[in-house]
């Protein structure tokens, strides 16, 4: 029996899920309580340094290359360009990145970290690696291992099964319309109708 424990904590989840549908409903109520977890821990530690969890989100993907578009960084990071267009503007006050034009193209704004934005990685990178270590805190190295290989299972699996379908995902405001319950009406856009598949195409 569990006492004073909220009913969203993995302890509960991971007791209420026997199997079946069950236990695929908490296992994924578990990913996302970890995810959390781990958020709010690296966000922790990042606030000590001022930089929010968004920022964090670029700078890694910038550490590695920068030179990239708002769009590219969008895609790399999986969010959409609006979000990318705030934390990027907010990010260049900072002194983090410099966006500027390449090879005559007005249209397109490349991003490259300032010297500023370089010397972070030094000091959030072992932020992060503490986060994992206190993750995985009296977890076997094998147990760790088995995780990670079921995860990546997950994701492929997952990847597949969207393949298959062949249905582009609904914008917001078609899920908008859906949780309205009004998703019959015939303003609201339809799950996967040519339409939307020909908007999706042209956002790629």
Wanted: proline residues 4%.
């Amino acid at each position: 029996m569990i006492s004073g424990k909220s009913t969203s904590s993995p302890v509960f989840l991971a007791g209420a899920c026997d199997s079946g549908a069950d236990f695929a409903w908490g296992l994924a109520h578990l990913i996302k309580d970890a995810r959390r977890a781990l958020v709010r821990s690296l966000q922790m530690r990042l606030a000590d340094h001022q930089v929010s969890f968004g920022h964090w989100a670029f700078l890694r993907i910038l550490w590695e290359r920068d030179g990239y578009t708002q769009r590219e960084l969008s895609e790399r990071a999986g969010v959409m360009e609006p979000t990318t267009y705030t934390a990027l503007k907010a990010m260049e006050r900072l002194g983090y990145i410099v966006r500027r034009h390449m090879n005559g193209d007005r249209k397109k704004l490349y991003v490259f970290l300032t010297p500023k934005g370089r010397l972070l990685k030094n000091k959030l990178v072992p932020l992060a690696e503490a986060v994992n270590s206190a993750a995985i805190r009296g977890v076997s190295a094998t147990d760790v291992d088995t995780a990670r290989q079921v995860l990546l299972a997950i994701i492929a699996n997952l990847a597949q099964d969207e393949e298959a379908h062949d249905k582009p995902m609904p914008s917001t405001r078609a899920l908008a319309h859906l949780r309205r319950g009004d998703g019959c009406n015939a303003s609201a856009p339809k799950l996967g109708s040519p339409s939307q598949r020909k908007v999706a195409r042209k956002s790629r």
